[in-house]
């Protein structure tokens, strides 16, 4: 496989070392230290690269294993963690094969600015849960496709902007194309990964446009000035309740009537109210309703998906997989059974189509026949009748219906159909 990074890590650790690049390590760094379990647990870096986050979280003790493709990245990773003093477990491997590497679980797992660059991600999302111990924690640093034109049109380069408020993707410092995914896709992908997704925060979003080349001084003051504004703006960062039912219909394709009948029925939650008294969601409903949205395609009635997204707001995703996989065998068998009724019904279809002419009504008419008298070829049914309708006007009508009385006064005996 082509190595698209390699002689690149030059680049990618240089950009450590400038305002935007240390104000990104600096941040999520922060950020870990709230929501990683103490050391010295697992933790897999996927995509780890140089180790801009792998040393740090080694420095304080944690049992760190980085994980990446590039040969000349990882060959980078071992010289600045032996200089650093510190150990990693290195592994050269595709994300995507990360299930066969024979790896122990992990009880945290780090994958930053990597899913980018990956045609799938949610393949990889899902292998990276095949790898997690019960209750691991994932920790995702990706673009945000909604704020993806900010940085661009805050530079005055605004033919740039006003591309990527409607395109995806781009080329990064790297020379690598790559391309960024809105929070209600993430949302989406990892729920249907089995990740339960908890909240997500803002990075960088006001030191993005800040220049390469700022001197210690000014990268001081930047990571300073977005401390203090992510501390103020922490309701609009940390907040995920900011949808109307209108917002959330547009996002997740399912139209508002249909969302307040399956809030009355608990397929979503209930949501909360704005001083106005309008309906609020956060961007977890529009993950919860893709995963209502598959489990409809496979033909799961409303009732049993009430409980299955139950179980999908629970911790782990084992119950979840017991009980749809359940659900889905009870689908098939009932599939596949009208798949033979069907079957059976269109060879009957097919010989009385056969066998009806342009003849007049009477005695041989295939109207009348059983399908197997009237068939060319024995069909797949036997014993069943097909009736095809006749169109008689009145005349003709009453006269088949003399006939009728006149067959059943010569009839011997009645017998009950």
Same mark, same amino acid.
């Not at 760094?29 to 050391?39: F, N, S």
């Not at 000349?72 to 600045?80: G, M, P, T």
């Not at 309740?241 to 939650?269: C, D, F, M, N, W």
């Not at 209502?292 to 782990?316: F, N, Y």
């Given at each position: 496989?082509?190595?698209?990074?390699?002689?690149?890590?030059?680049?990618?650790?240089?950009?450590?070392?400038?305002?935007?690049?240390?104000?990104?390590?600096?941040?999520?760094?922060?950020?870990?230290?709230?929501?990683?379990?103490?050391?010295?647990?697992? /933790?897999?870096?996927?995509?780890?690269?140089?180790?801009?986050?792998? #040393?740090?979280?080694?420095? #304080?003790?944690?049992?760190?294993?980085?994980?990446?493709?590039?040969?000349?990245?990882?060959?980078?990773?071992?010289?600045?963690?032996?200089?650093?003093?510190?150990?990693?477990?290195?592994?050269?491997?595709?994300?995507?094969?990360?299930?066969?590497?024979?790896?122990?679980?992990?009880?945290?797992?780090?994958?930053?600015?990597?899913?980018?660059? /990956?045609?799938?991600?949610?393949?990889?999302?899902?292998?990276?849960?095949?790898?997690?111990?019960?209750?691991?924690?994932?920790?995702?640093?990706?673009?945000?496709?909604?704020?993806?034109?900010?940085?661009?049109?805050?530079?005055? !380069?605004?033919?740039?902007?006003?591309?990527?408020?409607?395109?995806?993707?781009?080329?990064?410092?790297?020379?690598?194309?790559?391309?960024?995914?809105?929070?209600?896709?993430?949302?989406?992908?990892?729920?249907?990964?089995?990740?339960?997704?908890?909240?997500?925060?803002?990075?960088?979003?006001?030191?993005?446009?800040?220049?390469?080349?700022?001197?210690?001084?000014?990268?001081?003051?930047?990571?300073?000035?977005?401390?203090?504004?992510?501390?103020?703006?922490?309701?609009?960062?940390?907040?995920?309740?900011?949808?109307?039912?209108?917002?959330?219909?547009?996002?997740?394709?399912?139209?508002?009537?249909?969302?307040?009948?399956?809030?009355?029925?608990?397929?979503?939650?209930?949501?909360?109210?704005?001083?106005?008294?309008?309906?609020?969601?956060?961007?977890?409903?529009?993950?919860?309703?893709?995963?209502?949205?598959?489990?409809?395609?496979?033909?799961?009635?409303? !009732?049993?998906?009430?409980?299955?997204?139950?179980?999908?707001?629970?911790?782990?995703?084992?119950?979840?997989?017991?009980?749809?996989?359940?659900?889905?065998?009870?689908?098939?068998?009932?599939?596949?059974?009208?798949?033979?009724?069907?079957?059976?019904?269109?060879?009957?279809?097919?010989?009385?189509?056969?066998?009806?002419?342009?003849?007049?009504?009477?005695?041989?008419?295939?109207?009348?026949?059983?399908?197997?008298?009237?068939?060319?070829?024995?069909?797949?049914?036997?014993?069943?009748?097909?009736?095809?309708?006749?169109?008689?006007?009145?005349?003709?009508?009453?006269?088949?219906?003399?006939?009728?009385?006149?067959?059943?006064?010569?009839?011997?005996?009645?017998?009950? #159909?």
């Amino acid at each position: 496989m082509e190595d698209r990074f390699a002689g690149r890590a030059d680049g990618f650790d240089e950009h450590y070392t400038e305002p935007r690049g240390r104000v990104r390590l600096d941040l999520v760094l922060e950020r870990l230290d709230g929501v990683l379990p103490p050391p010295p647990v697992r /933790i897999l870096d996927a995509g780890g690269g140089t180790g801009a986050f792998a #040393i740090p979280l080694a420095r #304080i003790g944690y049992n760190v294993t980085l994980a990446d493709q590039s040969a000349d990245w990882l060959d980078r990773a071992r010289s600045k963690a032996d200089a650093a003093g510190v150990d990693l477990d290195l592994v050269n491997i595709g994300l995507e094969s990360l299930t066969d590497a024979g790896l122990e679980p992990f009880d945290a797992i780090l994958c930053h600015a990597v899913l980018m660059y /990956i045609d799938d991600p949610a393949v990889v999302l899902r292998t990276l849960r095949s790898v997690a111990a019960p209750g691991a924690v994932l920790s995702l640093l990706e673009k945000n496709r909604d704020g993806i034109a900010l940085r661009p049109g805050l530079q005055g !380069d605004y033919a740039e902007a006003r591309r990527l408020l409607t395109e995806r993707d781009s080329v990064g410092r790297l020379g690598v194309g790559n391309r960024a995914y809105a929070v209600s896709e993430w949302l989406a992908m990892l729920a249907a990964a089995g990740w339960s997704p908890d909240e997500w925060v803002g990075i960088r979003l006001f030191s993005d446009h800040a220049p390469d080349g700022l001197g210690t001084d000014a990268y001081t003051y930047v990571n300073k000035a977005t401390l203090d504004l992510r501390g103020s703006f922490k309701v609009r960062l940390f907040n995920m309740t900011t949808l109307t039912i209108s917002q959330l219909a547009r996002r997740s394709g399912v139209p508002a009537t249909t969302l307040r009948y399956y809030e009355k029925v608990g397929v979503i939650p209930a949501a909360t109210r704005s001083d106005a008294g309008y309906r609020l969601y956060d961007d977890a409903a529009v993950a919860r309703l893709a995963f209502v949205q598959r489990a409809k395609a496979l033909g799961i009635e409303l !009732d049993d998906l009430a409980d299955l997204v139950r179980l999908w707001d629970g911790e782990g995703c084992a119950p979840v997989q017991e009980r749809l996989r359940a659900m889905v065998h009870d689908q098939r068998t009932a599939t596949h059974q009208r798949m033979e009724e069907l079957t059976k019904l269109a060879a009957d279809l097919d010989a009385v189509g056969a066998s009806i002419g342009d003849a007049a009504c009477g005695p041989d008419c295939a109207c009348l026949q059983p399908v197997a008298e009237s068939a060319s070829e024995p069909p797949v049914v036997s014993e069943r009748l097909i009736g095809a309708a006749c169109t008689l006007d009145a005349t003709q009508l009453r006269e088949r219906l003399r006939e009728w009385r006149e067959l059943r006064d010569r009839a011997t005996s009645v017998e009950p #159909i």
